[in-house]
């Protein structure tokens, strides 16, 4: 750099202050000055914070008390909610995440097979994403109305003459629920559509001179090149998973759901905390959550190995 | 050459015309397949959107029988909303605070996004993984204590809650920022520099302007964000009326009303309505978003 700047400079003369090489610090530290005290007060501080009061009795007006690990010990012999709780979340896990995964590849493929009129059609199958959560779960719990929705119309109109009572019905609300989670798959959608796209087309045109057939082609050049976004949608899916909380709240508040069967993790961290403002006992659920969630996403990293397929390296790599 | 006689040559024209029509007709077949297929799945999606726009011009009787279509129309659904509830009331304050946490969630993740790509300093990797890690915690963790603070400061309820924490950047605009200005060349910047330009300066008039794609990008998501919020709200404005947004309106709706079926879908048309529009003017930028990022809001 001495160098550099030397050619220009006379003999005698004082260097100029080299500009390139100076790190502002203030600039720098004014700028991240915002997100720094964000990040202390809202995320450094309250996560220290709430571990801590996991271990304690607080009611917000009291001083917390300690109380040890007695608020772990609640959760797995005292509290039948909790119990619930987790088995729903988990039983809508284990469905929705694989089926919302291949229901986002069905789509985004279908997406890429017309040669013309792709951008109507994408437009209209990322609509449903956008529309508010609330505003979504309220139609649906209409349109799932068994006794005068026009789906249960349709139903038996083709001839089925016991449908389902859907968000009505305990053992039907939370399909009805992943029907509704479905219908807003758009977003993860674009990402698989993205995916699709980047396959290179000459793999599927030396598959075909191969005498490869649709699906091995599929399943052999398409599947593995999309298995880093699979990865993706299923870590991100995990974490949504145990966050789920809009609408499961939402359709409950409008069907009055007695049996629970629409309760899931968050909605038990909601109302411990915010309802029965037992916020000790709430952030030892939200430290549970977080353990889980850390899991089953170490899970998923671990075993990428054998089955993500990354062609130019990747951050996790 | 012998062998090709005239007439084996016709027959192999012949044939080479057959299979290129039954060519033809596959793809024809699979086109038809493939549109009616896409038709199908585009009636499904849309059907629901369809179904509460036709209710929202039923008679509060008629959304509530077997009846498919609005007999009569009615249209005066449409302004009863904004008298039998505080519509625009809820509306505004839902503007607001979208607005308002736009607002803050720009000028706040603009300059870390900029910092953190654009200039060299130790640390900085560091500090983005500390980015990516907030962006992957459950953000019921920090909820308790985060309330608590509100709580202690007298903030609940009212806005602040829902604004102020916009100001201190949000971790997946920062983010998406940095990612797409690691792509301006940085030769741009090094000759502003060597003219003595400052480091403000070239931020806002040079990086700024070069990079109103991304950052309309977060400005999009920060909005409907908050648009499309209903936890946030529910924790810390649900104790008073007056400050209700649509989500929350719209959830109270029915213990309120006795669940007025029409009205109440023609407060979900409305309450939709602005961000479909909006989706229809900036879908290149949106699907953008989504694809660098693999995350919406």
Request: glycine share 6%; hydrophobic share 50%.
């Amino acid at each position: 750099m001495t160098g550099a700047t030397s050619l220009f400079q006379k003999k005698g003369e004082v260097a100029p202050p080299r500009k390139k090489l100076k790190v502002p610090r203030l600039f720098i530290f004014l700028c991240l000055a915002p997100w720094l005290f964000g990040i202390i007060f809202f995320t450094a501080y309250p996560m220290i914070s709430s571990f801590y009061q996991s271990f304690t009795q607080y009611n917000i007006i009291d001083k917390p008390v300690f109380i040890g690990l007695d608020n772990y010990e609640r959760m797995f012999f005292e509290d039948d909610d909790f119990m619930k709780a987790l088995k729903n979340t988990i039983w809508i896990s284990v469905i929705s995440i694989p089926l919302r995964i291949c229901f986002a590849i069905f789509a985004a493929w279908l997406l890429t097979r017309p040669k013309r009129g792709r951008n109507i059609y994408r437009t209209i199958f990322f609509l449903p994403s956008m529309v508010p959560a609330v505003a979504a779960t309220i139609v649906f719990t209409y349109v799932f109305n068994p006794v005068y929705g026009p789906i249960n119309k349709g139903l038996e109109f083709v001839g089925i003459n016991n449908p389902p009572y859907w968000f009505l019905d305990p053992s039907w609300s939370k399909w009805a629920l992943i029907i509704l989670g479905l219908w807003g798959i758009g977003d993860t959608m674009i990402i698989f559509l993205a995916g699709l796209l980047d396959v290179p087309k000459s793999l599927y045109e030396a598959a075909e001179l191969e005498g490869a057939s649709g699906f091995q082609s599929f399943r052999f050049i398409t599947l593995p090149l999309l298995t880093p976004v699979i990865f993706f949608s299923g870590v991100t899916g995990v974490i949504g998973s145990f966050q789920y909380f809009t609408q499961a709240f939402v359709a409950s508040g409008q069907v009055n759901d007695y049996s629970k069967a629409m309760y899931f993790y968050a909605t038990h961290i909601y109302q411990t905390a915010f309802k029965a403002y037992e916020m000790g006992y709430a952030s030892a659920l939200a430290w549970f959550l977080l353990l889980i969630t850390m899991i089953c996403t170490l899970v998923i990293l671990k075993t990428q190995k054998r089955w993500v397929h990354y062609p130019n390296g990747s951050l996790f790599k | 050459m012998s062998q090709f006689t005239d007439e084996k040559l016709k027959q192999i024209d012949q044939e080479a015309i057959i299979l290129r029509r039954k060519k033809k007709f596959k793809d024809f077949l699979q086109t038809v397949g493939d549109h009616s297929a896409l038709i199908t799945m585009s009636v499904i999606f849309a059907f629901p959107l369809f179904m509460v726009f036709i209710i929202s011009l039923m008679s509060a009787g008629q959304a509530e029988t077997r009846s498919f279509w609005p007999k009569p129309f009615v249209w005066h659904n449409y302004i009863e909303v904004f008298t039998t509830v505080p519509f625009l009331k809820w509306t505004l304050n839902t503007m607001f605070v979208s607005v308002m946490g736009t607002i803050g969630v720009v000028i706040s993740s603009v300059p870390a996004a900029y910092v953190l790509s654009r200039l060299q300093w130790k640390g900085r990797h560091t500090t983005f993984l500390i980015i990516l890690g907030t962006m992957m915690l459950p953000g019921q963790v920090t909820q308790i204590p985060v309330y608590i603070i509100f709580a202690k400061l007298g903030w609940i309820p009212s806005f602040l809650p829902l604004i102020v924490p916009a100001f201190f950047g949000s971790a997946f605009s920062i983010f998406l920022l940095r990612q797409f200005f690691t792509s301006i060349p940085d030769e741009i910047s090094d000759a502003a520099r060597i003219d003595g330009c400052s480091e403000f300066k070239l931020m806002m008039r040079i990086v700024v302007p070069l990079a109103k794609p991304a950052i309309s990008a977060i400005a999009l998501f920060a909005f409907l964000g908050s648009w499309n919020d209903f936890f946030g709200p529910l924790l810390y404005i649900a104790e008073n009326p007056d400050l209700y947004t649509l989500g929350i309106g719209l959830n109270a709706f029915k213990g309120d009303h006795h669940t007025e079926t029409s009205l109440m879908m023609t407060a979900s048309v409305l309450f939709m309505l602005p961000v479909i529009v909006i989706f229809f003017f900036s879908q290149k930028v949106f699907i953008e978003g989504v694809t660098l990022t693999g995350v919406k809001g």
